[in-house]
């Protein structure tokens, strides 16, 4: 069975400007829809990424799945534990237990008067649990000194504060971490150390990940599955040498064309068209059928589901 | 080949600070001709944007340009001061940031703001000014200039923001485009109409770019030449085909090798050992000595060969030999 089970999960934002406001400049209720209809699953110890534009709901969802954000449809299962609705206290605290996250900045993430000792057995301490030696062992396994352990957070580099925030989600032992952007902040070369590390730590203590990110290169190095979002839809979903190979959807294609290459000297492409569009009033049917080269009249009507082909899941009219 | 838009011989910026100076740009050299587009890449800390700021004398005090020159087309400009700064500053030289809601005033419409830049270095009148933002706009592929004249930069989204503000740069006709990070903040699709723009309007011009960035794709596709900067010091200076994919300078080597690649596949990414020196504690020697696999005991001492205009790509005794190598 898998780890993770999210089966239609939406989440809906009030954006709405006061009620005052709204009545006096006889304005609608304005609501954005940062995440819709999103099912998917995540198998113990594999990497599953969720890639996309900024707006597309990545994030979003990476908070609904750790319970920081509750879903407004939908369900988000770990084990078999729909932290949202479940009424048992106890279950719920040992599914929490096994859920960990890391954010994108390690600078914002790491509270500045705490010791890093105190700030890595947390997570431990909070349920009570026994830490002696704990912060020592696990600066140890992300490659810093046991000696660190008595410093603050402004002794390190972005590099090594992104390895206490990662000993800090291991603290708890937990079996799934999500990551939101675990590298944007980072340097290449210290990104490259960090990604290394991640993938030690998860053959080591068996973990999975839900790697969320934009940077197509560092998903398709870290990623078992991959999956597309596009303003808060799943448009395609494959294994990394799949979608890379043979992108299916027109969305994923754009993205794939647009990506810088190394190896691209003096490439010239025809720049995509367009913008992501305004999540309050998304176009109707297919959400990219304004920006898609291949769009027909039934894309503009009807919203496709998303539908095995092949290997992959893929959201589009046109794919056969 | 042409004489150069921008010259830097030997540029070298201190910061005097109570415990020593420190100096995040160190004897750079390097060209820009005319219509080329230059990349300058490094880790945080490498002074790239440093050295930026110091042609367009940005450096804010105490940073100084300690010794160097820097010319622009023939004429030295490392010494201006003031007004006769100002008037080169988006006269010559126009700037593009990492940011482009900070880098437009949010109280002024966009045609104001472009209108004020060209009244200020053009001799033309208002309604001239006004109707070259207008044009100005359309070429860098907003739709409907002539109604988002009037627009506040709140209701552009990033993507067309970043566009005003590479249309503010080129507005005045500047002979030197220095662009921070232009892209850094932008989403992909984004990012590649971005850098078209600019490819497109340097090659219609004949402005010369200097595009500092971390992006190895970005460099790749966008640059002619590139620059490899660590730790204030350029480390290899070549053609972007050669640099890339040829590497001399072990860092450039690392650097590339630690890029998640497609055709890697999920093999362990290669590592640099260590992290960059912090700039009060620079080794002695080549800058990179202590984390360089090839270094050996010449390295700990000199500082490296330095690099000469034409021959001579990387900063470094003993460069991969990549004759040997394949």
């Not at chain 1, 027909?296 to 893929?314: D, F, I, N, Y």
Request: proline letters at 7%.
């Amino acid at each position: 069975m898998a780890l993770v089970s999210v089966r239609n999960l939406t989440r809906i934002f009030d954006v709405s400007k006061p009620w005052l406001n709204r009545v006096v400049e006889r304005r609608p209720r304005a609501l954005l829809t940062a995440v819709s209809d999103v099912s998917f699953e995540i198998e113990e110890r594999t990497v599953y990424a969720l890639v996309g534009e900024s707006g597309s709901g990545k994030s979003t969802i990476g908070k609904m799945l750790v319970g920081l954000l509750g879903p407004s449809e939908g369900v988000v299962d770990i084990r078999g534990i729909d932290l949202a609705r479940e009424t048992d206290a106890d279950k719920i605290d040992a599914v929490r237990a096994d859920i960990q996250m890391i954010f994108q900045d390690p600078f914002a993430s790491l509270n500045p008067r705490w010791r890093v000792r105190d700030i890595i057995v947390e997570p431990v301490a909070a349920r009570g649990g026994e830490t002696t030696g704990l912060a020592e062992r696990l600066l140890e396994q992300v490659g810093l000194s046991a000696r660190d352990a008595g410093k603050f957070p402004h002794e390190f580099s972005g590099g090594q504060r992104q390895r206490i925030c990662i000993a800090r989600a291991l603290a708890s032992e937990p079996k799934l971490i999500v990551c939101d952007e675990p590298t944007s902040a980072l340097d290449v070369s210290v990104q490259a150390q960090v990604l290394n590390l991640m993938s030690d730590l998860k053959d080591e203590f068996g973990l999975t990940y839900l790697f969320i990110s934009h940077d197509l290169t560092v998903v398709q190095h870290m990623a078992d599955r991959i999956g597309v979002l596009y303003l808060g839809r799943l448009v395609e979903e494959a294994a990394p040498s799949e979608l890379f190979e043979n992108p299916k959807h027109p969305y994923t294609q754009m993205l794939l064309a647009a990506a810088p290459k190394l190896d691209g000297f003096g490439r010239e492409v025809a720049p995509p068209t367009g913008e992501i569009p305004d999540p309050i009033n998304p176009p109707p049917g297919c959400a990219y059928n304004p920006r898609c080269p291949l769009a027909q009249a039934v894309c503009r009507e009807e919203r496709p589901v998303l539908r095995k082909v092949g290997g992959a899941r893929v959201a589009c009219h046109m794919v056969d | 080949m042409p004489a150069p838009t921008l010259s830097i011989r030997d540029l070298t910026v201190d910061i005097p600070t109570r415990h020593g100076v420190l100096r995040p740009v160190s004897g750079v050299s390097y060209d820009i001709a005319p219509g080329e587009i230059l990349g300058v890449v490094g880790e945080s800390g490498a002074g790239k944007s440093m050295a930026g700021n110091a042609v367009i004398g940005l450096l804010s005090p105490p940073a100084h340009i300690a010794s160097g020159e820097i010319h622009l087309n023939g004429t030295r400009i490392d010494g201006l001061k003031g007004d006769a700064m100002r008037r080169l500053r988006g006269k010559e030289i126009g700037m593009v940031f990492q940011d482009p809601l900070t880098s437009l005033n949010p109280l002024l419409k966009i045609g104001d703001q472009l209108s004020e830049t060209m009244l200020a270095h053009l001799d033309i009148s208002q309604s001239e000014a006004r109707q070259r933002a207008t044009a100005a706009l359309d070429e860098v592929g907003i739709p409907g200039a002539a109604q988002r004249v009037d627009s506040y930069p709140h209701e552009f989204s990033g993507g067309m923001r970043q566009r005003v503000v590479i249309a503010l740069a080129l507005c005045a006709e500047p002979s030197l485009i220095i662009a921070d990070e232009p892209t850094t903040a932008l989403d992909v699709s984004v990012q590649a109409q971005i850098i078209a723009l600019l490819k497109r309007l340097c090659r219609e011009r004949g402005t010369a770019v200097m595009l500092i960035t971390h992006d190895m794709g970005v460099l790749a596709e966008a640059c002619d030449r590139v620059a490899v900067m660590y730790a204030g010091k350029l480390a290899e200076l070549g053609p972007v085909r050669d640099v890339l994919s040829a590497p001399l300078h072990p860092y450039t080597d690392g650097l590339m090798g630690s890029t998640p690649l497609a055709s890697r596949g999920k093999d362990r990414l290669h590592q640099i050992p260590g992290s960059m020196p912090r700039l009060d504690s620079l080794p002695t020697g080549c800058a990179f000595h202590p984390r360089c696999p090839r270094a050996a005991a010449q390295c700990r001492v000199d500082p490296g060969p330095a690099i000469e205009d034409g021959a001579g790509r990387a900063a470094c005794f003993f460069p991969i030999d990549r004759e040997a190598v394949a």
